[in-house]
């Protein structure tokens, strides 16, 4: 499915299993990544929220949270589970997006990842050679009777200082991990990206409720051992890179 200039709202295709895109309490519920029951998640997710008055102000409180984590390429995402990456601080798109929505579930607000295939100019400055596509996870949450799209929160604040200077001096609209128009914060009232913008998206996959569930569904495409070893090292070499550029190395 082609999805230029296409909202995301109208992007996210729920699968089959899915009796009603209007039972938004389906996406509420606890998975094997999503460990709701985890005594550490539900506390967290509690404390950033206790004292929100409105559901903007509590999703806006748990992007700000997991935004403050330390952006890392993780090698493989279906391995972990939410309170793993809470324990470990660290993540991608993948991963922080798998926390990003169940602390949202934890908190009682339905939430969602949809998976785009987009184009990857934001890597540029990051990782030579890169793909022209990949898969990339947007966390959505059910505020206000609609889903509100985010990737605001894989880019951490001091890497997302780092690359908009790069991209004022270079004079150029995306690279560094973030496209131009990028904004440090999150309100909760409207879609925030900063990896893409909508021209970038080659196709849609669908809303899922983590990476288990995207990857189990087999229409990412299967890569095989090869793939995988690739992307071992393709996430190596940008944590490599990424260091070099929190340290203002190599500029």
């Not at 082609?2 to 995301?8: E, I, K």
């Not at 970038?200 to 495409?221: N, Q």
Request: net charge negative; proline share 4%; charged share 25%.
């Amino acid at each position: 499915m082609t999805a230029r200039d296409v909202p995301l709202s109208a992007l996210a295709s729920v699968p089959a299993w899915v009796q009603d895109e209007r039972d938004v309490d389906h996406w509420l519920c606890e998975t094997r990544q999503i460990d709701l029951s985890e005594s550490h998640l539900r506390i967290t997710a509690q404390k950033l929220t206790q004292a929100r008055q409105t559901l903007q102000a509590r999703a806006a409180a748990i992007h700000q949270f997991v935004r403050r984590l330390t952006f890392e390429a993780h090698p493989e995402s279906t391995g972990v589970c939410a309170s793993e990456i809470l324990r470990q601080g660290s993540g991608d798109c993948h991963t922080k997006g798998l926390l990003f929505v169940a602390l949202c579930r934890a908190a009682g607000l339905p939430a969602r990842l949809l998976f785009l295939r987009v184009r990857t100019g934001f890597l540029q400055g990051v990782l030579q050679d890169a793909p022209p596509e990949m898969p990339h996870a947007v966390g959505q949450v059910y505020l206000d009777g609609e889903w509100r799209s985010t990737d605001g929160y894989v880019v951490d604040p001091v890497l997302f200082a780092r690359a908009k200077q790069h991209l004022y001096e270079e004079a150029i609209d995306s690279g560094w991990g973030i496209v131009d128009a990028a904004r440090a914060y999150w309100d909760g009232e409207k879609d925030c990206l900063h990896q893409f913008r909508t021209e970038d998206i080659v196709m849609s996959y669908g809303v899922f409720h983590d990476p288990i569930h995207f990857y189990a569904s087999g229409r990412a495409g299967g890569q095989g051992w090869l793939g995988a070893i690739r992307y071992a090292v393709g996430a190596r070499l940008v944590n490599r890179r990424v260091a070099e550029i929190r340290a203002g190395m190599g500029e």
